[in-house]
């Protein structure tokens, strides 16, 4: 059975090795696969596969998804098994050529480095890879040995799961970018959080596959006119699609606050032209043009790494457009070079100088060098090749539907509302700015993606003319407190006048100016108003109308209430964690940072001082613990809880403001009947936030009420903090 996979194995390393090796080098190919069978025998790795098979899949990714030679591939069969060849080095090198040999010397002395045993980081670990190893493609095996551990990192026993995916997250995921392989650098970081945020993972990935038809249906929507003019124009080309990857899906939801449905770029589509070298980069443009004549363009959305290709070799155009039913896409323009040089690296170039093989490798394998000699920080020069900034006097922002608003620049969310129609600026409370809530003074950046959240009870106020910029929004502020002016002076009127024939006191001209002169006022509009609005008493106009002393009128102060603060006390639990065996006699606490509650995807890690601290997987600070220190990770999961126990946890809720909603969430707490231990909140420009503290028995519970919450008329979002 184990030899037939191993043939299966060998038929598709050849396979994916046909365009970059000879037939003539099959032979070589076969006699270290022999040697490899002969040295693994029966031995198996971390994964639970035999080793011979781990050996057949790293040559192949090496071969198939880098696009390396035979050097490379035959390194990979022997990588693990070098040391058990039973041949010299001299006879190895008889065989494969001296390079064979001072790669698997290399390798062996990088793989002596217990990585999990130390406290690397990132930048540390990659120069402690380049001062082992003189050849480039040591790295590269290392990199793909680690990529296949990770595609089956489910047959790893569980202990072992969450520190190797810290580990290829801050390491070997960053050494993957840094190289320019963006599929395995992305594969990796997806393979990663799969482990360390399993329930953020499956999320993303349920809603992904639930919406899959019509993402679909808009990816056909959006291609068709784009194919058809492309075909007119004469160009050869190839339009694909990607879904985003999980972790830059998850990446953007944290950052803006967002729910999966608010990231507005979820896909890309990538226009792929067969061109001639001499032609690619004016086709490249010309396609870009077809892109933009057809779909609105965010001009804060364009890189140009045609014109400057990233240090690592990636050239391609990146525009973001306004797709069909107001939806935004990436649109990825490149040529098949730039393209092939995207998947497989810099390795790619060769194909194109004709070369097969190896041949002429040694200027890649010394640009590769260069690339991670060289500083991080030399990547920013090239980010922005178009900067938004060239246009210093205006900001070009988006309406949810994708139409362009041309604003002027410190434009607020309250500029962009009255620019869109006066109803809709005089009903403004706050808007979301790329998915993110934000209060009406918030001031726009070029691209930026507004939606208006808008309440009935809303209207213009008198300090909105201190923050608007644009004149439109000027003149219809003012025009609107011009006419709820009159409106109240109306009102204001008849309640005078209601009041003076109470009091027998006829009405008239010389009435109202004997009291505008006494107040100090130009009209008897402002009059009238005043008395609407309460700041005149009707009271203190009697007293002057009978010429009795008057009073000065007095407006007490509305005194905010202060934001209840209450510190959280820490509870020693017991009884429902079981944690990993290696670990005796060491009490456990829940960690502050991350409140884990019962039911949540945990870990602990063993302090200096404090015992064992039980994080939750997503926990802000975990990534750190398992990058810097694996090998104080223990596993820890939870069994029974008592009934009587329970956890704390934070939720955040904002909203709109509206009478009573303080009230409703504290009825949907009761009738869950779990206690609050803090509920502190802020009204501000119309907009609710508020911090809730509750004890609860599990994170079921806890979810329960977040959804309840929700429900809620005007919340427009309650999600639970890590603090």
Same mark, same amino acid.
Request: hydrophobic residues 40%; proline residues 3%; glycine residues 6%.
């Given at each position: 059975?184990?030899?037939?996979?191993?043939?299966?194995?060998?038929?598709?390393?050849?396979?994916?090795? =046909?365009?970059?090796?000879?037939?003539?080098?099959?032979?070589?190919?076969?006699?270290?696969?022999?040697?490899?069978?002969? !040295?693994?025998?029966?031995?198996?790795?971390?994964?639970?596969?035999?080793?011979?098979?781990?050996?057949?899949?790293?040559?192949?990714?090496?071969?198939?998804?880098?696009?390396?030679?035979?050097?490379?591939?035959? %390194?990979?069969?022997?990588?693990?098994?070098?040391?058990?060849?039973?041949?010299?080095?001299?006879?190895?090198?008889?065989?494969?050529?001296?390079?064979?040999?001072?790669?698997?010397? #290399?390798?062996?002395?990088?793989?002596?480095?217990?990585?999990?045993?130390?406290?690397?980081?990132?930048?540390?670990?990659?120069?402690?890879?380049?001062?082992?190893?003189?050849?480039?493609?040591?790295?590269?095996? +290392?990199?793909?040995?680690?990529?296949?551990?990770?595609?089956?990192?489910?047959?790893?026993?569980?202990?072992?799961?969450?520190?190797?995916?810290?580990?290829?997250?801050?390491?070997?995921?960053?050494?993957?970018? =840094?190289?320019?392989?963006?599929?395995?650098?992305?594969?990796?970081?997806?393979?990663?959080?799969?482990?360390?945020?399993?329930?953020?993972?499956?999320?993303?990935?349920?809603?992904?596959?639930?919406?899959?038809?019509?993402?679909?249906?808009?990816?056909?929507?959006?291609?068709?006119?784009?194919?058809?003019?492309?075909?007119?124009?004469?160009?050869?080309?190839?339009?694909?699609?990607?879904?985003?990857?999980?972790?830059?899906?998850?990446?953007?939801?944290?950052?803006?606050?967002?729910?999966?449905?608010?990231?507005?770029?979820?896909?890309?589509?990538?226009?792929?032209?067969?061109?001639?070298?001499?032609?690619?980069?004016?086709?490249?443009?010309?396609?870009?043009?077809?892109?933009?004549?057809?779909?609105?363009?965010?001009?804060?959305?364009? =890189?140009?790494?045609?014109?400057?290709?990233?240090?690592? #070799?990636?050239?391609?155009?990146?525009?973001?457009?306004?797709?069909?039913?107001?939806?935004?896409?990436?649109?990825?323009?490149?040529?098949?070079?730039?393209?092939?040089?995207?998947?497989?690296?810099?390795?790619?170039?060769?194909?194109?100088?004709?070369?097969?093989?190896?041949?002429?490798?040694?200027?890649?394998? %010394?640009?590769? =060098?260069?690339?991670?000699?060289?500083?991080?920080?030399?990547?920013?020069?090239?980010?922005?090749?178009?900067?938004?900034?060239?246009? &210093?006097?205006?900001?070009?922002?988006? &309406?949810?539907?994708?139409?362009?608003?041309?604003?002027?620049?410190?434009? &607020?969310?309250?500029?962009?509302?009255?620019?869109?129609?006066?109803?809709?600026?005089?009903?403004?409370?706050?808007?979301?700015?790329?998915?993110?809530?934000? %209060?009406?003074?918030?001031?726009?950046?070029? #691209?930026?993606?507004?939606?208006?959240?808008?309440?009935?009870?809303?209207?213009? +106020?008198?300090?909105?003319?201190?923050?608007?910029?644009?004149?439109?929004?000027?003149?219809?502020?003012?025009?609107?407190?011009?006419?709820?002016?009159?409106? !109240?002076?109306?009102? #204001?009127?008849?309640?005078?006048?209601?009041?003076? +024939?109470?009091?027998?006191?006829?009405?008239?001209?010389?009435?109202?100016?004997?009291?505008?002169?006494?107040?100090?006022?130009?009209?008897?509009?402002?009059?009238?108003?005043?008395?609407?609005?309460?700041?005149?008493?009707?009271?203190?106009?009697?007293?002057?109308?009978?010429?009795?002393?008057?009073?000065?009128?007095?407006?007490?102060?509305?005194?905010?209430?202060?934001?209840?603060?209450?510190?959280?006390?820490? &509870?020693?639990?017991?009884?429902?964690?079981?944690?990993?065996?290696?670990?005796?006699?060491?009490?456990?606490?829940?960690?502050?940072?991350?409140?884990?509650?019962?039911?949540?995807?945990?870990?602990?890690?063993?302090?200096?001082?404090?015992?064992?601290?039980?994080?939750?997987?997503?926990?802000?600070?975990?990534?750190?613990?398992?990058?810097?220190?694996?090998?104080?990770?223990?596993?820890?999961?939870?069994?029974?809880?008592?009934?009587?126990?329970?956890?704390?946890?934070?939720?955040?809720?904002?909203?709109?403001?509206?009478?009573?909603?303080?009230?409703?969430?504290?009825?949907?707490?009761?009738?869950?009947?779990?206690?609050?231990?803090?509920?502190?909140?802020?009204?501000?420009?119309?907009?609710?936030?508020?911090?809730?503290?509750?004890?609860?028995?599990?994170?079921?519970?806890?979810?329960?009420?977040? +959804?309840?919450?929700?429900?809620?008329?005007?919340?427009?979002?309650?999600?639970?903090?890590?603090?």
């Amino acid at each position: 059975m184990e030899s037939k996979r191993v043939y299966s194995g060998y038929r598709a390393l050849l396979q994916a090795a =046909r365009n970059s090796v000879t037939p003539g080098d099959f032979k070589k190919i076969r006699r270290a696969l022999d040697l490899a069978s002969k !040295a693994c025998g029966d031995k198996i790795i971390l994964t639970g596969e035999p080793q011979v098979l781990h050996a057949l899949s790293v040559a192949r990714i090496i071969a198939g998804e880098m696009g390396l030679g035979l050097t490379s591939i035959i %390194t990979a069969l022997l990588h693990d098994s070098f040391g058990s060849l039973g041949l010299t080095p001299a006879e190895l090198e008889k065989e494969f050529g001296k390079k064979v040999v001072e790669i698997l010397n #290399g390798f062996s002395r990088i793989s002596s480095i217990d990585s999990m045993q130390s406290s690397y980081q990132a930048e540390n670990f990659r120069k402690l890879l380049l001062s082992l190893a003189d050849d480039v493609r040591v790295i590269l095996i +290392k990199l793909v040995e680690r990529l296949e551990y990770m595609r089956n990192l489910d047959d790893a026993p569980e202990k072992e799961r969450l520190p190797l995916a810290s580990e290829t997250y801050f390491l070997y995921a960053p050494l993957a970018h =840094r190289l320019g392989y963006y599929n395995i650098k992305s594969e990796m970081e997806d393979l990663a959080i799969k482990y360390l945020e399993p329930e953020q993972y499956k999320h993303i990935e349920s809603r992904l596959k639930q919406t899959t038809a019509s993402r679909n249906r808009l990816i056909r929507e959006f291609s068709a006119p784009l194919n058809e003019i492309l075909v007119k124009q004469g160009f050869k080309f190839t339009i694909k699609s990607r879904t985003k990857s999980i972790h830059s899906i998850m990446l953007k939801m944290k950052k803006q606050g967002v729910e999966l449905e608010e990231v507005y770029d979820l896909f890309a589509v990538r226009i792929i032209i067969d061109s001639d070298a001499e032609n690619e980069k004016s086709d490249c443009w010309k396609a870009y043009s077809v892109v933009t004549d057809l779909y609105q363009p965010n001009p804060s959305r364009l =890189r140009d790494w045609i014109s400057v290709p990233k240090s690592n #070799g990636y050239e391609s155009l990146h525009t973001t457009v306004v797709g069909p039913r107001g939806k935004w896409v990436e649109v990825q323009i490149r040529s098949e070079r730039m393209d092939e040089i995207a998947e497989k690296g810099l390795a790619a170039h060769f194909k194109y100088k004709g070369i097969k093989g190896e041949g002429g490798l040694d200027t890649w394998l %010394t640009k590769m =060098r260069e690339i991670l000699e060289s500083s991080e920080k030399e990547d920013a020069a090239f980010l922005d090749q178009v900067r938004s900034g060239l246009y &210093t006097d205006e900001v070009f922002v988006f &309406t949810p539907k994708g139409d362009l608003r041309q604003l002027p620049a410190g434009s &607020t969310v309250l500029d962009f509302a009255f620019d869109i129609h006066t109803a809709v600026g005089a009903s403004c409370v706050g808007g979301k700015v790329n998915g993110k809530n934000v %209060t009406i003074k918030h001031v726009l950046q070029n #691209g930026d993606h507004v939606d208006i959240i808008r309440s009935k009870s809303q209207k213009p +106020k008198q300090d909105w003319l201190s923050f608007v910029v644009t004149n439109k929004a000027k003149t219809k502020i003012k025009q609107a407190l011009n006419e709820e002016k009159t409106r !109240a002076a109306a009102e #204001g009127k008849e309640i005078l006048m209601r009041r003076l +024939k109470n009091w027998k006191i006829p009405y008239g001209d010389a009435i109202v100016q004997k009291l505008i002169t006494f107040y100090n006022l130009k009209t008897a509009q402002d009059l009238y108003f005043l008395i609407t609005t309460g700041k005149i008493e009707l009271l203190d106009i009697k007293e002057v109308l009978q010429k009795e002393d008057a009073g000065e009128p007095v407006v007490s102060p509305v005194l905010a209430s202060e934001k209840e603060t209450k510190d959280l006390l820490e &509870t020693q639990y017991t009884d429902f964690l079981v944690i990993d065996d290696r670990v005796e006699g060491l009490d456990y606490k829940l960690a502050k940072c991350c409140n884990p509650v019962f039911g949540d995807s945990v870990f602990g890690f063993v302090t200096i001082s404090e015992g064992i601290k039980i994080h939750r997987t997503s926990c802000p600070n975990a990534h750190y613990m398992m990058a810097r220190y694996p090998y104080r990770v223990v596993v820890a999961r939870w069994t029974k809880t008592k009934s009587s126990t329970s956890f704390i946890a934070t939720v955040k809720i904002t909203g709109l403001e509206d009478i009573g909603i303080v009230n409703k969430i504290a009825d949907i707490i009761s009738g869950y009947n779990v206690n609050i231990r803090s509920f502190s909140y802020n009204i501000n420009e119309g907009m609710f936030e508020g911090i809730l503290n509750i004890m609860v028995p599990n994170n079921d519970v806890l979810y329960g009420i977040i +959804k309840k919450i929700h429900s809620i008329k005007g919340i427009l979002k309650a999600a639970r903090q890590h603090s």
